[in-house]
């Protein structure tokens, strides 16, 4: 069974600060991707990413595949309080996928 | 981008009553459909995988008499907690995979319905 851990599990950070959200496994995944979800809905797809090394950029927001396709990460410049929400990732191999427990983040203004 | 409905968005019935979920793609065809379960701030719990025209594939320890799974069409899932009790309260989201999609294996959630069983 794959398994995606995610780091930190929670974070509490001030308006306008950056910060880095990791995605890690030992097993190799041939896609990953990022979802949003705040409180009370679904989760939003936000990037989907394929290759090794590919980095993608959604305005204040970049993702990065790790070269070996293991391990991704989402850094958020300046942060805003819409940023607020659970942040996910999502490992897939073959036709089968797996989320990782999510990281809780809150942006106070 | 494609969108998945949820219907009804919350629930509250009495124990032992039985409450069907409705998911749908409204803009797209979705041959497989998933069903999940969360628990207040946890991740996902994938239930079941639904395949139109076929039998629903289920995780390990969901009981498949309990929840009832039926994708009647490409468009439409419905999932069925049968004989609700307390512990079935929770937040269920369905998902739709867009075959016609470009991005692989890429899932779209609807908003999620949240069950309270009294």
Redesign the interface.
């Known amino acids: 069974t794959q398994l995606l851990e995610q780091s930190p599990q929670f974070l509490s950070i001030q308006e306008g600060e950056n910060l880095t959200v990791y995605c890690n496994s030992s097993s190799v995944f041939?896609?990953l991707?990022w979802?949003r979800q705040e409180p009370?809905?679904?989760?939003?797809?936000l990037v989907?990413v394929?290759t090794g090394g590919e980095v993608k950029k959604l305005k204040r927001l970049t993702f990065q595949f790790g070269d070996a396709r293991k391990d991704s990460s989402l850094h958020i410049t300046a942060a805003q309080p819409g940023d607020t929400g659970?942040y996910?990732c999502r490992g897939?191999y073959g036709?089968n996928?797996v989320?990782?427990?999510?990281t809780?983040l809150s942006v106070l203004p | 981008g494609a969108v998945v409905s949820q219907h009804p968005s919350w629930v509250i019935c009495k124990s032992g009553t039985s409450v069907k979920i409705e998911c749908r793609s409204l803009d797209f065809q979705a041959t497989t459909m998933f069903w999940y379960r969360q628990f207040p701030k946890q991740s996902l719990m994938l239930m079941a995988t639904s395949n139109e025209g076929s039998k629903a594939t289920y995780e390990q320890g969901v009981e498949k008499d309990k929840f009832l799974i039926n994708h009647a069409s490409l468009t439409l899932s419905t999932l069925t907690v049968t004989s609700a009790h307390p512990e079935d309260s929770s937040f269920y989201i369905c998902s739709a995979r867009d075959l016609g999609g470009l991005g692989p294996n890429e899932q779209f959630f609807g908003p999620g319905t949240r069950l309270t069983v009294l």
């Open positions: 041939s896609s991707q979802y009370g809905e679904g989760p939003v797809l989907t394929v659970l996910l897939n036709q996928f989320f990782g427990p999510g809780r």
